[in-house]
């Protein structure tokens, strides 16, 4: 992975200092914010197996490989926005967040996932689909001009 490569998951960082080492298998996720993040780029980068083994093995499914890659395919990532992250346990966490996988504020995920720390590795567990979200005038538009919302795609 190159150094220069900005990571796919927003934080204006590259992607071999950001989500690249935590895809790789060179280090795990620190929270469930940063494994949710590195999920994320791993579907731009079409990293079924990173997807996989981040999901907990509870819900793991034998049709996971063919489900995700049908999900990779179709999509075509844009941008993803942190809407907040919660620790509801000493082990357990939320993040709400809103990926835009399309051309218009419309082709968006917006969800809230839950995810689990076992032995030391934070897995997501599942999430709940939410109505999709429209940005506030002065949050940064989600096509990542990193114009406001409002001079941009508002």
């Not at 709940?128 to 002065?138: A, K, M, V």
């Given at each position: ?15 071999a200092?950001?989500c ?41 499914r ?8 049908t999900?990779?395919?179709?999509n075509?990532?844009?941008g993803?926005?942190v ?8 082990a ?35 999430g ?11 949050e ?10 409002k001079?941009?795609?508002?």
């Open positions: 992975m190159m150094q220069s490569v900005n990571c796919h998951c927003g934080s204006q960082s590259s992607l200092l950001c690249g080492p935590l895809i790789s298998g060179e280090r795990v996720a620190a929270n469930p914010e940063q494994l949710m993040r590195s999920r994320y780029s791993a579907f731009c980068m079409g990293q079924a197996n990173y997807l996989i083994e981040t999901h907990h093995p509870s819900q793991r034998d049709d996971d490989m063919q489900s995700l890659q999900t990779i395919d179709a075509n990532w844009q993803l926005q809407v907040s992250t919660q620790m509801t346990g000493l357990e966490g939320d993040v709400e967040f809103v990926a835009y996988c399309g051309d218009s504020l419309e082709d968006q995920l917006h969800e809230r996932s839950r995810f689990v720390k076992e032995n030391g590795q934070w897995y997501y567990l599942d709940e689909i939410l109505s999709p979200r429209t940005p506030g005038r002065n940064p538009c989600w096509c990542g001009s990193t114009r406001k919302f001079r941009c795609h508002g």
